[in-house]
């Protein structure tokens, strides 16, 4: 007698959830930002020891030349301990809410031997107030933002060239932070800044 059970090993698997898929994605980006740092100091050590040793430096291979542009958006990994919350979607595509403290962070290495100019991408600004207020930090100097119309766009002020190669440290100070429990009763009792979703760095 023939079985109609059906062969279970022939299912076609189910579709992977999109939370998993973009928890790939991130890990993938995140690999990849790993390996291009871990060159670039296996590369530093080995000319640090052929200096040491009185031999001829090498130059660095073309490859390894730091960008002039640096981007990332709030569906990459951006840890909390930098100020973000967990990525969210909306209308606009993704988002992550900062908070709880007022400053943001981002590393980057990049070829500081031009002028550089970042763009901020918003889905909100939180509060009203944080649309004139906010600034960027770059290694600690202040530069100013200037919102794009009425837009939820800003562009900083051209940040100056910088003698070295090593990592650049982008602050994002956000002033006003609220809460939405606070302010609207809400269930969501977390200190919100604004909702992120892309900061780019690019050739002035």
Do not use: C
Not at 165 to 182: E, I, M, N, Y
């Amino acid at each position: 007698m023939m079985d109609a059970t059906p062969d279970r090993s022939a299912a076609v698997p189910p579709a992977e959830p999109v939370e998993v898929a973009a928890l790939r994605a991130e890990l993938a980006e995140l690999r990849a930002r790993f390996d291009a740092f871990e060159r670039i100091i296996q590369l530093r050590d080995a000319m640090d020891r052929a200096a040491a040793a009185g031999a001829a430096v090498v130059p660095p291979a073309p490859a390894a030349a730091l960008p002039s542009d640096y981007e990332i958006a709030a569906d990459q990994l951006l840890p909390a301990q930098d100020g973000f919350y967990q990525l969210e979607w909306g209308p606009e595509g993704a988002f992550r809410w900062t908070g709880p403290g007022e400053d943001v962070h981002f590393e980057a290495w990049l070829d500081r031997s031009a002028p550089l100019r970042a763009t901020l991408t918003l889905f909100h600004f939180g509060t009203p107030a944080n649309a004139k207020d906010m600034t960027i930090l770059v290694d600690g100097i202040a530069v100013t933002l200037e919102r794009e119309g009425a837009g939820k766009v800003l562009h900083a002020a051209p940040i100056p060239p910088r003698d070295g190669d090593g990592p650049t440290l982008f602050t994002l100070h956000v002033p006003h932070v609220h809460s939405p429990a606070a302010a609207r009763g809400a269930a969501d009792r977390r200190r919100l800044g604004i909702a992120f979703q892309r900061l780019r760095i690019a050739r002035d």
